[in-house]
Protein backbone atom coordinates (compact mmCIF):
# COMPACT_ATOMS: atom_id res chain seq x y z
CA UNK A 1 0.00 0.00 0.00
CA UNK A 2 0.94 3.47 -0.74
CA UNK A 3 0.92 6.34 1.84
CA UNK A 4 1.00 10.23 2.05
CA UNK A 5 4.00 12.59 2.56
CA UNK A 6 2.44 14.72 5.17
CA UNK A 7 3.74 18.45 6.60
CA UNK A 8 1.64 19.90 9.74
CA UNK A 9 2.42 23.90 10.88
CA UNK A 10 0.77 25.86 13.68
CA UNK A 11 -1.54 28.56 12.39
CA UNK A 12 -4.40 30.96 13.49
CA UNK A 13 -8.20 29.53 12.74
CA UNK A 14 -8.57 32.58 10.06
CA UNK A 15 -5.20 30.70 7.91
CA UNK A 16 -6.59 27.30 7.17
CA UNK A 17 -7.08 26.28 4.53
CA UNK A 18 -10.35 27.91 2.74
CA UNK A 19 -11.91 24.57 2.05
CA UNK A 20 -12.09 23.90 5.96
CA UNK A 21 -12.69 27.12 7.39
CA UNK A 22 -16.32 27.38 6.91
CA UNK A 23 -16.98 24.39 7.87
CA UNK A 24 -15.03 25.17 11.10
CA UNK A 25 -17.10 28.22 11.69
CA UNK A 26 -20.45 26.40 10.97
CA UNK A 27 -19.33 23.62 13.63
CA UNK A 28 -18.48 26.29 16.24
CA UNK A 29 -21.60 27.69 15.96
CA UNK A 30 -23.88 24.88 15.60
CA UNK A 31 -22.39 23.25 18.86
CA UNK A 32 -22.08 26.59 20.45
CA UNK A 33 -18.30 25.57 21.03
CA UNK A 34 -17.51 29.97 20.76
CA UNK A 35 -15.75 32.20 18.40
CA UNK A 36 -13.11 30.05 16.55
CA UNK A 37 -10.91 33.43 16.27
CA UNK A 38 -11.17 33.86 20.10
CA UNK A 39 -12.20 30.45 22.09
CA UNK A 40 -8.97 28.42 20.75
CA UNK A 41 -6.40 27.58 22.48
CA UNK A 42 -4.38 26.09 19.31
CA UNK A 43 -4.51 25.23 16.10
CA UNK A 44 -2.41 23.14 13.60
CA UNK A 45 -2.70 22.02 9.88
CA UNK A 46 -1.81 19.49 7.79
CA UNK A 47 -1.21 19.11 4.06
CA UNK A 48 -0.75 15.47 2.76
CA UNK A 49 -0.07 14.71 -0.81
CA UNK A 50 -0.24 11.22 -1.75
CA UNK A 51 3.08 9.24 -2.84
CA UNK A 52 3.16 8.44 -6.46
CA UNK A 53 1.81 4.49 -6.41
CA UNK A 54 2.75 2.23 -8.89
CA UNK A 55 0.72 2.17 -11.71
CA UNK A 56 -1.63 -1.47 -10.80
CA UNK A 57 -2.12 0.00 -7.55
CA UNK A 58 -3.22 3.63 -8.67
CA UNK A 59 -5.88 1.90 -10.91
CA UNK A 60 -7.21 -0.26 -8.40
CA UNK A 61 -7.01 2.07 -6.08
CA UNK A 62 -9.61 4.41 -8.16
CA UNK A 63 -10.65 7.82 -6.93
CA UNK A 64 -8.47 8.10 -3.43
CA UNK A 65 -6.95 11.38 -2.86
CA UNK A 66 -4.22 12.76 -3.80
CA UNK A 67 -4.10 15.86 -1.36
CA UNK A 68 -6.46 15.76 1.48
CA UNK A 69 -6.22 19.18 4.22
CA UNK A 70 -6.40 18.27 7.75
CA UNK A 71 -7.52 21.46 10.34
CA UNK A 72 -6.89 20.63 14.07
CA UNK A 73 -8.57 22.85 16.55
CA UNK A 74 -8.36 22.96 20.51
CA UNK A 75 -10.84 25.02 22.80
CA UNK A 76 -11.29 24.97 26.24
CA UNK A 77 -13.22 22.11 26.12
CA UNK A 78 -13.30 20.65 22.58
CA UNK A 79 -11.54 18.85 19.82
CA UNK A 80 -12.74 20.23 16.72
CA UNK A 81 -11.10 18.62 13.24
CA UNK A 82 -11.60 19.27 9.60
CA UNK A 83 -10.41 17.26 6.54
CA UNK A 84 -10.96 17.54 3.08
CA UNK A 85 -9.82 15.99 0.08
CA UNK A 86 -9.76 16.56 -3.13
CA UNK A 87 -11.97 13.58 -4.63
CA UNK A 88 -14.01 12.83 -0.76
CA UNK A 89 -14.93 16.06 -0.16
CA UNK A 90 -14.94 17.80 3.18
CA UNK A 91 -16.17 16.58 7.00
CA UNK A 92 -16.20 18.15 10.09
CA UNK A 93 -16.29 17.08 13.39
CA UNK A 94 -15.21 17.35 17.29
CA UNK A 95 -15.69 15.97 20.64
CA UNK A 96 -15.46 17.15 23.90
CA UNK A 97 -12.65 16.50 25.97
CA UNK A 98 -14.25 15.14 28.71
CA UNK A 99 -15.68 12.04 27.02
CA UNK A 100 -12.77 11.13 24.73
CA UNK A 101 -9.30 9.54 25.23
CA UNK A 102 -6.02 10.64 23.51
CA UNK A 103 -3.08 8.78 22.94
CA UNK A 104 -0.15 10.48 20.61
CA UNK A 105 2.53 8.08 18.95
CA UNK A 106 5.10 8.38 16.23
CA UNK A 107 3.66 5.68 13.41
CA UNK A 108 5.65 2.68 12.69
CA UNK A 109 8.27 3.05 9.72
CA UNK A 110 8.10 6.60 9.10
CA UNK A 111 8.76 10.14 11.25
CA UNK A 112 5.23 11.21 11.59
CA UNK A 113 3.01 11.93 14.37
CA UNK A 114 -0.60 10.21 15.01
CA UNK A 115 -3.13 10.96 17.75
CA UNK A 116 -5.46 8.52 18.28
CA UNK A 117 -8.83 9.28 19.69
CA UNK A 118 -11.39 7.37 21.15
CA UNK A 119 -15.01 7.94 23.02
CA UNK A 120 -17.87 9.75 21.81
CA UNK A 121 -17.51 12.39 18.90
CA UNK A 122 -20.16 15.10 17.85
CA UNK A 123 -23.42 13.43 16.66
CA UNK A 124 -22.87 9.87 17.35
CA UNK A 125 -23.96 7.65 20.37
CA UNK A 126 -21.79 5.07 19.53
CA UNK A 127 -18.06 4.93 21.24
CA UNK A 128 -15.81 5.40 17.84
CA UNK A 129 -12.07 5.42 17.37
CA UNK A 130 -9.73 6.94 15.04
CA UNK A 131 -6.34 8.68 13.91
CA UNK A 132 -5.83 12.01 12.86
CA UNK A 133 -2.76 12.12 11.46
CA UNK A 134 0.27 14.72 11.14
CA UNK A 135 3.38 15.10 9.86
CA UNK A 136 7.15 15.06 11.55
CA UNK A 137 7.04 18.65 12.20
CA UNK A 138 7.76 20.11 15.62
CA UNK A 139 4.26 21.76 15.30
CA UNK A 140 2.87 18.25 15.65
CA UNK A 141 4.06 17.05 18.56
CA UNK A 142 3.30 20.48 19.92
CA UNK A 143 0.17 20.15 19.32
CA UNK A 144 -0.41 16.18 20.43
CA UNK A 145 1.01 17.20 23.71
CA UNK A 146 -1.02 20.07 24.07
CA UNK A 147 -4.37 18.04 23.73
CA UNK A 148 -3.28 15.34 25.60
CA UNK A 149 -2.77 17.81 28.75
CA UNK A 150 -6.18 19.43 27.80
CA UNK A 151 -7.61 16.09 28.00
CA UNK A 152 -6.27 15.43 31.04
CA UNK A 153 -6.87 18.46 33.14
CA UNK A 154 -10.87 18.01 31.60
CA UNK A 155 -10.91 14.78 32.96
CA UNK A 156 -7.96 13.91 35.65
CA UNK A 157 -7.55 10.36 36.58
CA UNK A 158 -9.36 8.96 39.12
CA UNK A 159 -6.91 7.73 41.86
CA UNK A 160 -7.39 4.16 43.25
CA UNK A 161 -7.40 3.15 46.73
CA UNK A 162 -4.84 -0.01 47.11
CA UNK A 163 -7.53 -2.80 48.74
CA UNK A 164 -9.64 -0.43 50.58
CA UNK A 165 -7.02 0.08 52.77
CA UNK A 166 -5.58 3.51 52.19
CA UNK A 167 -7.56 6.34 54.07
CA UNK A 168 -8.61 9.56 51.71
Request: with cysteine.
Given at each position: ???????????????????????????????????????????????????????????????????????????????????????????????????????????????????????????????????LEMGPEPA?????????????????????????????
Amino acid sequence: MFGYTRTTRTCPVSQIHSSLSQGVRDFFQGHQVGDPGMDTFLCCETIAWRDAPPRLISWLDGNSDTKIYLAMVLTPEWLVWARSGDQTGSIVTGAKLQVIKVKAFVRRNSKDMELEITGFIAGSKEYVRGNLEMGPEPAAQKFCDTVLQAVNEAKPPVKKKFFGLING
